[in-house]
């Protein structure tokens, strides 16, 4: 049986680790307890995931990456995050994170 989640009108100005962001959430809808597709990024990126690296930084926050570069209190182990604010000014960012294939 599915459970039922209900958010309803969310907002926040200048909250969280992006400090300048306005964040709001509308939604009212079923979520299957089911998982069909899960992965653990404990310390390293999967096999078969692919890291596309397309920016003109360089360092370990041109990209994608398991490491808390900016020692954001938000994030626990595991993660993953492009972190464009670590990047530094001047430098772009496009990148891709393409997970394994999956079938349910």
Request: aromatic content about 10%; glycine content about 16%.
């Given at each position: 049986?599915?459970?039922?989640i209900e958010?309803?009108?969310?907002?926040?100005?200048?909250?969280?680790?992006?400090?300048?962001?306005?964040?709001?959430?509308?939604?009212?809808?079923?979520?299957?307890?089911?998982?069909?597709?899960?992965?653990?990024?404990?310390?390293?990126?999967?096999?078969?995931?692919?890291?596309?690296?397309?920016?003109?930084?360089?360092?370990?926050?041109?990209?994608?990456?398991?490491?808390?570069?900016?020692?954001?209190?938000?994030?626990?182990?595991?993660?993953?995050?492009?972190?464009?604010?670590?990047?530094?000014?001047?430098?772009?960012?496009?990148?891709?994170?393409?997970?394994?294939?999956?079938?349910?």
């Open positions: 049986m599915p459970a039922r958010i309803g009108q969310i907002t926040g100005q200048g909250v969280g680790p992006f400090a300048g962001g306005l964040v709001f959430e509308n939604a009212i809808g079923f979520v299957e307890n089911q998982v069909y597709f899960s992965e653990e990024f404990s310390g390293s990126f999967p096999g078969a995931w692919t890291i596309v690296d397309g920016g003109t930084g360089s360092g370990a926050a041109s990209t994608w990456t398991t490491a808390n570069q900016g020692s954001r209190a938000i994030l626990d182990a595991p993660f993953v995050i492009a972190d464009s604010d670590n990047l530094g000014s001047g430098q772009t960012m496009d990148e891709e994170l393409i997970s394994r294939p999956w079938t349910r």
